[in-house]
């Protein structure tokens, strides 16, 4: 099975991975506490114009809408039964949109996480995450996907079960956690472990890194700890939030300009990332600035703290407010700062 991730790579210094999905759909129209992926099937043309806008400013990848896909997320909508349906859909439209034009365009089939806890914390077995995840996986594969791509986690254990599903269908997998508490993930997981963790799966993720979390600075930041114990040819991911969510006259705004996310994407560069994304708030706008910054742009792999504060102010000092997220709890089984889905 051909890895066009790779051969991308391969051919490229760093890739632009595409911007918001949640957050993009909610300005189309999609009402708070609604499940996106159903318009997979009851708004596809929705859909396709979010992809096409995220292909024409310039992503090398376009992440399907499937981020609440497995059945524990659906069952939220009462649409557990309809995992293959909604993410078959997900798959095909997404493919539809990256084969629009001549060059190479990766699709990922994004995979959230469940919304449930693990044992011991909880009920969810690791047989169960397994089985909900391979459900998904199997019918974002058979919609056309070219790599798996695992976002937004908070637990190891779920992210174990999560590749070891990804992995048995055969295609490249990409991970990602979100760092939002005091340098961490919500379950206590710091950068620097992260990376040796995916390093010591027994099936070992393509690319792995951090994703949403709070904003530009943080993510640089959290990229730092994540290349301090990568090994060489290591593959980081970067996809940070368009700023700081605020509410003004009724309305959620996110605070990062096209020059806030054009100097983030290469100083993401700087920090040794090789796959560069948006996540909340990341407009096509914000992805076409992005794309042109990184165009012959030679890293400066020189970054540190003052270097990222000198930009973005300091950094880990902001409280995201509660109504910013997407109403879902996390693995925690609380409210969080960090967005359910981008």
């Given at each position: 099975?051909?890895?066009?991730?790779?051969?991308?790579?391969?051919?490229?210094?760093?890739?632009?991975?595409?911007?918001?999905?949640?957050?993009?759909?909610?300005?189309?129209?999609?009402q708070s506490?609604?499940?996106?992926?159903?318009?997979?099937?009851?708004?596809?043309?929705?859909?396709?114009?979010?992809?096409?806008?995220?292909?024409?400013?310039?992503?090398?990848?376009?992440?399907?809408?499937?981020?609440?896909?497995?059945?524990?997320?659906?069952?939220?909508h009462n649409?557990?039964?309809?995992?293959?349906?909604?993410?078959?859909?997900?798959?095909?439209?997404?493919?539809?949109?990256?084969?629009?034009?001549?060059?190479?365009?990766i699709v990922?089939?994004?995979?959230?996480?469940?919304?449930?806890?693990?044992?011991?914390?909880?009920?969810?077995?690791?047989?169960?995450?397994?089985?909900?995840?391979?459900?998904?996986?199997?019918?974002?594969?058979?919609?056309?996907?070219?790599?798996?791509?695992?976002?937004?986690?908070?637990?190891?254990?779920?992210?174990?079960?999560?590749?070891?599903?990804?992995?048995?269908?055969?295609?490249?997998?990409?991970?990602?956690?979100?760092?939002?508490?005091?340098?961490?993930?919500?379950?206590?997981?710091?950068?620097?472990?992260?990376?040796?963790?995916?390093?010591?799966?027994?099936?070992?993720?393509?690319?792995?890194?951090?994703?949403?979390?709070?904003?530009?600075?943080?993510?640089?930041?959290?990229?730092?700890?994540?290349?301090?114990?990568?090994?060489?040819?290591?593959?980081?991911?970067?996809?940070?939030?368009?700023?700081?969510?605020?509410?003004?006259?009724?309305?959620?705004?996110?605070?990062?300009?096209?020059?806030?996310?054009?100097?983030?994407?290469?100083?993401?560069?700087?920090?040794?990332?090789?796959?560069?994304?948006?996540?909340?708030?990341?407009?096509?706008?914000?992805?076409?600035?992005?794309?042109?910054?990184?165009?012959?742009?030679?890293?400066?792999?020189?970054?540190?703290?003052?270097?990222?504060?000198?930009?973005?102010?300091?950094?880990?000092?902001?409280?995201?407010?509660?109504?910013?997220?997407?109403?879902?709890?996390?693995?925690?089984?609380?409210?969080?700062?960090?967005?359910?889905?981008?």
């Amino acid at each position: 099975m051909a890895n066009k991730l790779q051969e991308l790579l391969d051919n490229k210094p760093f890739l632009l991975a595409d911007g918001a999905v949640g957050t993009n759909l909610f300005a189309a129209g999609l009402q708070s506490g609604d499940a996106p992926e159903l318009w997979n099937i009851d708004a596809p043309e929705k859909i396709h114009a979010l992809h096409r806008g995220f292909v024409e400013a310039g992503s090398d990848i376009i992440l399907t809408n499937s981020f609440g896909g497995t059945a524990q997320r659906l069952k939220l909508h009462n649409a557990q039964s309809r995992v293959h349906e909604l993410n078959l859909a997900a798959a095909k439209i997404a493919r539809a949109e990256a084969d629009r034009i001549e060059r190479p365009v990766i699709v990922a089939g994004s995979m959230g996480p469940t919304g449930e806890l693990m044992v011991p914390m909880g009920e969810l077995t690791p047989d169960d995450a397994i089985a909900a995840f391979t459900e998904q996986a199997e019918a974002l594969v058979e919609g056309g996907v070219d790599v798996l791509w695992i976002e937004t986690l908070s637990a190891t254990e779920e992210m174990e079960a999560a590749v070891a599903a990804a992995a048995s269908t055969g295609l490249p997998v990409v991970c990602t956690m979100s760092f939002d508490t005091n340098r961490r993930t919500m379950m206590g997981i710091k950068p620097d472990d992260y990376t040796k963790f995916c390093q010591e799966l027994p099936s070992k993720p393509m690319g792995w890194g951090a994703n949403c979390g709070v904003g530009a600075g943080e993510m640089l930041e959290t990229l730092i700890g994540l290349k301090s114990t990568a090994r060489e040819g290591d593959i980081i991911v970067s996809k940070a939030n368009c700023g700081i969510p605020e509410f003004k006259d009724g309305a959620l705004t996110y605070s990062g300009t096209l020059d806030v996310m054009a100097d983030y994407a290469r100083l993401a560069a700087d920090a040794g990332a090789r796959i560069i994304g948006g996540c909340c708030g990341t407009s096509h706008a914000h992805l076409k600035a992005m794309s042109d910054a990184l165009d012959g742009y030679t890293p400066n792999p020189s970054l540190d703290i003052p270097k990222i504060e000198a930009r973005f102010g300091p950094v880990w000092t902001v409280e995201l407010p509660a109504e910013a997220g997407h109403g879902a709890k996390s693995e925690s089984g609380r409210r969080t700062s960090r967005r359910r889905r981008k």
